[in-house]
């Protein structure tokens, strides 16, 4: 099949969704600047937990997540579901992870111990060609006004829970981070910026675009591991499709 007789869906895959035949064929790839997302099916060589522990082992980068440990599970839980979108049964809107931290986790892993087989489908969307497509203005109002995301609405433990700054940026090692969570728990507000109705502006702009515009669908199967670059991809997923859907994920933050 060449590639005008492929779909855009499929053209998209075969774009930014690349797999791997072994893990440590993984692993090596996650150590080169990413800018595909990475998956990896286990066939029973290991279990889920020697798994993880040993990209983590070789990654040699993780991220300790104060609240959730190092792996944070991500099943439907009533207990939690009104205060943690990750915990509902909601679909998650197209977001970065840890928007709200001085450093964002540059990518991090989902291990897929249980799949949803009618919801609870991953998106993607390439930061990219939302770059590319944003009015030169909104770019500018982006990079020079100030942003506060916070990890949530009402909570506050540690200085690591609040970010000030622009949404687009680069950190000490010269990659581009943007940073992206605006939703009805925690919206983006606008600390401080050159032109207030031009920052407001872009924010509506990028909304807008990410509501409008086709995102990557990913239905990952049990017992794949995905790496995502977190500097590349916003990413989200679509409702679970019940509250009594088993889906369940654990996720891996890596600096
Ligand atoms: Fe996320």
Known sequence: MNNTTLSLHERRHSQFIEYKDTLNDFI??????LDKILIYRNSN????????????????????NDMFGDIRTIKYDPRFSKNSIALSANAHHLHTDGS???????????????????????TFLPVAEMLAAMPAAFLQAITES??????????TTSIDDVYIGPLLHNNQAGEQIFRWRNDNK????????PDLNMAASAIN???????????????AKTDELICIPNYSFLHGRTKLSNISSSRCVYRVWLQ
């Open 28 to 33: 090596s790839q996650m150590q080169q600047p």
């Open 45 to 64: 060589e290991f279990s889920r937990e020697s798994l993880l522990q040993n990209v983590i082992a070789q990654h040699q980068k993780i991220k300790t």
């Open 100 to 122: 709200f931290c001085k450093f964002p986790p540059s990518c991090f892993l989902l291990y897929f111990e249980e799949t949803d087989p009618h919801g609870g489908v991953s």
């Open 146 to 155: 100030n942003f506060c995301i916070t990890r949530s609405r009402h909570q």
């Open 186 to 193: 925690v919206p983006i507000a606008i600390e401080s910026a």
């Open 205 to 219: 702009w990028i909304q807008t675009y990410l509501s409008d515009t086709p995102y990557i669908e990913y239905k």
